[in-house]
């Protein structure tokens, strides 16, 4: 059998191993094992992403008859958010749950979600992942990967430690992006982006690495941000998606069964997480507001701003993402 050590020192067989050892097995025992696999994801447990998906992975173990057997490892704990996609691509975690968008420098379609002003409400949201699936299947299938499920955050607005009234109020501040679409709102308006995960995001403010990111309400309230920022401009820019997504090859070493119990609780899981987004999304707010945070909604000069960021980025992501894009936004557009 072959063993590797993953980065934090666990032993992991190798996905080749694992199928042999499961072919093994069953030669021996000529019935069906079951499988365990881990899942590694970049949010907090008691977020509703990572709800959700547990009960996607309890819902997968009741209806395989315990076969199959999933393992959430939330917050980063197994994988960074950064690491994890490449985990499931090289089988060292089965399955896993991503932004995909800050994918986008392997391919540009995986940025589709965050195209400003593109679909920013949550109909426009599913409407643009449904527009998006077909090419986002086969840019996944390619990299050895198969999609179960995305679940959309709610829109994303502007945090800040000040009030700003136009991108003159931001140059210089220091800013924390979670992919390059972010990053590129950034330089734009004159800020200076750095990369951080969700899981460093809390320390990074607490410590002045970064005074100022675009997210959702619901990442605002898991990090308890108005212990250092004051204000939120609800921008409405975009709804970027969380992806889970599965190693071909450990799915399709499934009995079919199984696989069809996968994708079955993978529709579920992506109806009712889209459901509670939209449910929780206003809460967030008004929870951020209750903590004392000024709420405002950008008009004149910096929902100009804002407006023209947007038409710039747009174009560069037409531009990126060629042929794809372009098929993505018809359809979403039809
Ligand atoms: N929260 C995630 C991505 C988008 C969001 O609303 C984050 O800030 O990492």
Redesign the pocket.
């Known amino acids: 059998m072959e063993l590797k050590r993953n980065k934090k020192g666990v032993l992991l067989m190798t996905t080749k191993s694992l199928f042999a050892a499961s072919a093994a097995t069953l030669a021996l025992t000529g019935a069906a094992m079951s499988e365990n696999w881990d899942m590694p994801m970049a949010y907090p447990a008691n977020n509703y992403h990572t709800e959700n998906a547990q009960m996607f992975v309890d819902a997968v173990s009741e209806c395989t008859g315990g076969e199959l057997e999933i393992t959430i490892h939330a917050g980063g704990s197994l994988f960074k958010g950064d690491e994890i996609k490449r985990a499931v691509q090289v089988g060292e975690a089965q399955i896993g749950e991503r932004?995909l968008s800050a994918h986008a420098n392997e391919n540009p379609v995986f940025g589709y979600d965050s195209v400003p002003f593109l679909a920013t409400s949550f109909d426009a949201s599913d409407k643009l992942r449904d527009a998006a699936k077909p090419t986002l299947n086969k840019v996944l299938n390619d990299q050895g990967l198969t999609l179960l499920y995305s679940v959309p955050?709610?829109p994303?607005g502007l945090y800040f430690a000040q009030e700003v009234t136009s991108t003159d109020d931001m140059a210089g501040i220091k800013f924390r992006a979670?992919n390059a679409a972010t990053a590129r709102v950034a330089e734009l308006s004159g800020m200076v982006p750095t990369q951080i995960e969700?899981s460093e995001?809390k320390q990074a403010l607490a410590t002045g690495v970064v005074s100022s990111f675009i997210?959702?309400g619901?990442?605002g309230v898991d990090e308890k941000v108005w212990e250092d920022l004051t204000h939120f401009y609800d921008a409405k820019a975009w709804l970027?998606r969380n992806s889970v997504f599965v190693n071909t090859e450990a799915f399709d070493a499934l009995p079919e069964a199984s696989q069809k119990c996968l994708m079955d609780e993978a529709a579920n899981a992506e109806a009712r997480g889209s459901a509670t987004a939209a449910d929780l999304a206003g809460g967030f707010v008004d929870e951020l507001a209750a903590n004392g945070m000024q709420i405002v909604v950008p008009e004149e000069q910096l929902a100009e701003d804002l407006a023209a960021i947007g038409e710039t980025m747009t174009s560069e992501w037409l531009e990126s993402a060629g042929e794809d894009g372009k098929a993505i936004v018809d359809a979403f557009k039809q």
């Open positions: 932004l955050w709610p994303q979670y969700a995001l997210s959702s619901s990442t970027p």
